[in-house]
């Protein structure tokens, strides 16, 4: 058996997807770099990722299962799951032995469709949460920036959402866990750009503006608050815990 050994990314499962298409067919697997465990009788292939080769799978996605289908595979790509590259493989190939191959993503009953079903709501979840829990703070260079540290990676799922609603502020958004940004500039599309790390101190430059609005919120916070009603259990399944960190109230 054939083993793919790609990066954890779109364009590197793509690319893996394309390969094992074209030279093994079904009994193929995709592991990623730095997460491969050898196992006998299996031959480990490293793939060239190119542009060319994602574009052709997405292509091919979107013609022959659809692009509801398509949805639901990208978003279960970002999950953070070490086996889901084969359950994406396994679920296109499924989609070539039944008769409406739109409706793929029906058939639950397959163990990798339902993986990728299950992979895809749980990303959409975290995506949904971070369009509520995203806050950004004014630095002094007029930029409104904000810092995540999501499971999955939601970056492209949330960007759009935040582009709609600013579309006349030059923002970032940094996803610490993946050490990527969204960046948008002012009536312009936004785009993606990896980095290796945030420049700690340029983060942390904020406006006066923002000093105050920050403590006006607290204390706003502060005071409306009744001791005696206080319900951590509530607050933390309203607001979780791991989502407070880099909230500026």
Sequence with gaps: M??????????????????????????????????????????????????????????????????????EIYQALLAKEEHKGTAILRTILAAKHIQHSHRIMEHLSNPYVE????????????????????????????????????????????????????????????????????VHQAQCKWVLVSAEELAKEMSEDISKEQEKFAALWKGFCSNISIAERENLLLQRQNLPLRYRKHMVE
């Excluded at 193929?28 to 770099?33: D, L, M, P, S, V």
């Excluded at 491969?36 to 793939?47: D, H, M, N, S, T």
């Excluded at 703070?137 to 709609?164: M, W, Y």
């Design 2 to 71: 054939n083993v793919y050994v790609c990066s954890d990314s779109v364009m590197g499962i793509f690319s893996a997807i394309y390969e094992a298409w074209l030279e093994t067919g079904e009994d193929a697997e995709i592991a990623f770099i730095g997460a491969v465990e050898q196992r006998l009788f299996c031959q480990y292939i490293e793939v060239e990722e190119t542009p060319k080769k994602s574009m052709a799978v997405e292509k091919m996605i979107r013609k022959h299962l659809g692009d509801c289908s398509y949805q």
């Design 115 to 182: 993986k990728v079903f299950r992979l895809s709501r749980q990303v959409a979840g975290e995506a949904h949460q971070y369009k509520g829990f995203v806050r950004f703070r004014e630095l002094k260079n007029g930029i409104l920036f904000s810092e995540i540290e999501p499971k999955s990676q939601v970056l492209t799922c949330i960007a759009g959402h935040f582009s709609d609603r600013l579309p006349l502020e030059n923002f970032m958004i940094y996803d610490r866990t993946h050490k990527m940004f969204v």
